[in-house]
């Protein structure tokens, strides 16, 4: 998979240079390419926005800078993701479509975002799909940190980068629909609190249920709209009574 993200702030992204990400590069499954959009800029002072039309406070970004760059790093097939606290929830089940995706390209907006029109044209260009998407309901200072997010959320679905698939089977948002159960390590006793006694039982169908209960009792308290999403279906009668 190939990952464009365009950002005046390029060392904002530094980050994905570490770790399952930085690890990912490096084995070649994924191609991630950060640019400074200010190299499409043609004027002295670098210019990427302007005041907004119809007045308000803050400064909007130029449609004509962001074109030239989209238009240079757009290939055919792309999806155009934009970063704004207006866009659609991101969620695990996208991030698991974007995986899927031959290339993505994040745009970064700041100030008060990228000129409308933008999103409009590149959404009319024939074999581009265009989405904006929200990490969730409060105001970050521009798009680098849903950046971030975003790549971590799909760059770890992609075949080869997680050691183990069944962790991702199993964690919060997996294919249950339920927030994780609690985990434990050694030792089995620590600061006068214990392990559950069934984790140490040996016995995996115990342990199973007692898993499984925990992940909707937690939902349940954390999250009743993912409980309130569950089939009814995949749920069996010993669910029905936690
Ligand atoms: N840019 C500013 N706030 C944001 C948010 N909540 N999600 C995504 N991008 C943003």
Known sequence: MRIDVISIFPDYLAPLDLSLVGKARAAGILSLNVHDLRDWTTDRHRTVDDTPFGGGAGMVMRPDVWGTALDDVLQDGAHLLVPTPSGEPLTQRRAEELAR????????????????????????????????????????NGGEVAALVLVEAVARLLPGVVGNPQSLVEESHGAAGLLEYPVYTKPPQWQGHEVPEVLLSGHHARIERWRRDQALQRTGARRP???????PATLDRHDLAV
Not at 104 to 116: F, L, M, P, T
Not at 120 to 135: D, K, N, W
Not at 225 to 230: E, F, I, N, Q, T
């Open 101 to 140: 995706e031959q290339q993505i390209v994040i745009a970064c907006g700041r100030y008060e975002g990228i000129d409308s029109r933008v999103a409009e044209h590149y959404s009319q260009r024939p074999g581009v799909r265009v989405s904006e998407f929200s990490l969730g309901d409060y105001v970050l």
């Open 225 to 231: 709209d993912l409980v309130a999403a569950l089939d």
